[in-house]
């Protein structure tokens, strides 16, 4: 399953998921301004990571945001 960091009025945010969503693709939301998901925030700060949404393949690895998704996706198959 994917995973999307977004926040809250992020049209960025947005596109990613609908993005994933228009290719088929399942995918997990951490909105780092829900409670439950404040330690998303934390772990972003000690990666380096300053912009959202940041966007994670199935198997872990970091596609980046919403234009490195995007490119990804006119890529071809996954």
Request: aromatic share 8%; net charge positive; hydrophobic share 35%.
């Amino acid at each position: 399953m994917w995973v999307v960091i977004t926040r809250d009025q992020c049209n960025f945010c947005d596109v990613a998921k609908v993005l994933l969503k228009n290719n088929n693709r399942q995918y997990k939301v951490y909105n780092v301004q829900d409670g439950s998901s404040k330690w998303v925030l934390h772990l972003m700060k000690k990666a380096g990571l300053t912009t959202l949404p940041q966007v994670f393949r199935p198997d872990g690895s970091h596609v980046g945001g919403c234009k490195e998704l995007q490119e990804l996706l006119t890529e071809g198959p996954l």
